[in-house]
């Protein structure tokens, strides 16, 4: 799986290893794999056979939440198996100003703990010492509301569950857990293999994803705001402004020396999330945006009137009557605002990572000479040219950029990324919204 590319890093093959046998490290492109004993090699496929997302032998998701779902009616291609779907956000708390959308993941987790449902809730926490760990993220436990609030916000960043899940195998209690939608799939795939985590994991909290990024996307940030990588200790990805729309990006780091510096996406050279700088080659073979194997999902209401409101709301798939009756009561009480809405609300609010995965997917399935098996057949429906244009370069970026970036930081060198960088993204802009004199002339000879 890693060296075709298909290995995402979610840590489930560690996890089910013998301890020590195998550990997820960082490889050159600030991408985590798993690193194992030669005896480790040869007996992992077994258990990755079963259990890894990407893994053609595995159960597919449509399979799984036929299985987890029974009493979720409603299916629709985008957003899988659902009882009901949700726009809104928080109320209560500061969870809505801490959290990327409407803070609703956050409330989840909490409310989860608070009604006794679960002990502790895997998610993502900032590390303490990043430069002691060699990471600025790491998932962890949450055993209280405190703890939950600290780890919100959307991580672009490599994270595994190894440690987690390990825990989980080894400790009782009710557990639940945060994943973008390959983790919740690779953790759902381990609960059929194993009874402990069967019984243990009592709820799954989905986040929507368009893909993850290596941790040189980090670092780039920190390039772009002229400092070493070395001297980060904290990123937020997605600090919220209320002179900024939503969906206008803002990352803010903050140094281990007390400073600060801070930055809008936008003009960044790699900070157009759709031209696909630093993503995970794996990510080129998914075809779930909305976690459809998640009991309860949340995304971004990216549609308006939602989207230019700079506080942020959340779509959100409910699977289970159980959750369901969770958010409705708590609707009622006004410690939530939630307006129902149907699948093709929440497919609207997903057009382009909905566009990637699955008329995108099948175009590079019929490029590949060993296509993996995915529930998108190869080339249907057929894109139109312009299209075809977009994805092909859009995963050339995605495999240049790790390129490019390892080259420039093995010689310390940072224009050589950067050069690089501007020119894919003028490219890239010319092909997809005809933008700039390239882009006129994209138009003029018809090809955009
Ligand atoms: C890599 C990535 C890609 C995404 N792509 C999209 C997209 O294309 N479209 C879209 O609508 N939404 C996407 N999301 C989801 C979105 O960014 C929000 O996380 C989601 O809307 C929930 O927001 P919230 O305010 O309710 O969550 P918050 O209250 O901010 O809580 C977020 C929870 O998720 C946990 N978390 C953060 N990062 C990670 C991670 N990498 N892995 C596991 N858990 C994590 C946090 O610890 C926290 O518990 C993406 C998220 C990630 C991490």
Redesign the pocket.
């Known amino acids: 799986m890693v060296r075709a590319g298909r290995c995402i890093g979610c840590g489930g093959c560690v996890a089910q290893s013998e301890a020590g046998a195998a550990v997820m490290r960082f490889d050159a492109y600030g991408q985590l794999k798993p690193s194992g004993s030669r005896a480790w090699n040869r007996n992992a496929g077994s258990i990755v056979g079963k259990t890894c997302p990407f893994s053609s032998d595995a159960v597919d998701e449509d399979e799984l939440a036929s299985a987890l779902f029974p009493d979720a009616p409603a299916h629709d291609p985008a957003t899988g198996r659902h009882v009901t779907a949700y726009v809104g956000h928080v109320i209560e708390g500061d969870?809505?100003q801490?959290?990327?959308?409407?803070?609703?993941?956050?409330?989840m987790?909490s409310e989860l703990l608070r009604s006794g449902r679960v002990d502790a809730?895997a998610?993502?926490?900032a590390c303490e010492d990043p430069g002691a760990s060699g990471r600025l993220?790491e998932?962890r436990l949450s055993r209280t509301e405190a703890e939950?609030r600290a780890?919100?916000?959307?991580?672009?960043?490599p994270?595994e569950m190894s440690g987690v899940l390990r825990t989980m195998l080894g400790e009782p209690g009710r557990y639940a857990i945060?994943?973008?939608p390959c983790?919740v799939k690779a953790v759902q795939l381990m609960r059929r293999c194993h009874p402990r985590l069967r019984e243990r994991i009592a709820c799954t909290i989905g986040?929507?994803?368009?893909?993850?990024?290596s941790a040189r996307f980090a670092e780039s940030l920190a390039w772009q705001m002229g400092v070493d990588a070395r001297e980060v200790q904290r990123i937020d990805f997605?600090k919220k402004h209320p002179d900024r729309p939503a969906n206008w990006y803002h990352a803010a780091i903050a140094l281990k020396n007390g400073e600060t510096r801070g930055h809008d996406w936008w003009p960044l050279v790699d900070g157009d999330?759709g031209a696909g700088f630093f993503m995970d080659s794996a990510c080129n073979s998914c075809d779930d945006?909305m976690a459809e194997t998640a009991d309860v999902s949340?995304?971004?209401a990216?549609v308006e009137p939602y989207a230019s409101s700079w506080q942020?709301h959340?779509?959100v798939v409910v699977r289970t009557p159980d959750l369901d009756a969770l958010l409705r009561e708590a609707s009622d009480a006004g410690r939530i605002e939630l307006t129902p809405v149907d699948a093709a609300f929440v497919a609207a609010?997903?057009a382009a990572?909905l566009r990637q995965r699955r008329e995108g997917l099948a175009f590079r399935l019929a490029r590949c000479s060993d296509p993996p098996r995915k529930r998108v057949q190869p080339d249907a429906p057929a894109p139109t040219p312009q299209r075809r244009r977009i994805y092909a370069l859009r995963a050339s970026i995605s495999r240049w950029s790790h390129r490019m970036f390892r080259i420039a930081r093995a010689l310390r060198i940072r224009t050589i990324y950067l050069l690089w960088a501007r020119a894919a993204l003028t490219i890239y802009h010319a092909f997809a919204y005809r933008r700039g004199r390239l882009g006129a002339l994209v138009n003029r000879l018809g090809l955009g």
Do not use: E, P
Not at 98 to 107: D, E, F, K, N, V
Not at 151 to 157: F, L
């Open positions: 969870y809505r801490q959290g990327s959308s409407g803070g609703l993941a956050s409330w987790a809730v998610h993502v926490h993220f998932y939950v780890g919100a916000g959307s991580r672009y960043y994270v945060v994943g973008i983790f986040l929507f994803c368009g893909h993850m990024k997605r999330w945006v949340f995304g971004d990216w942020g959340n779509v609010t997903q990572g």
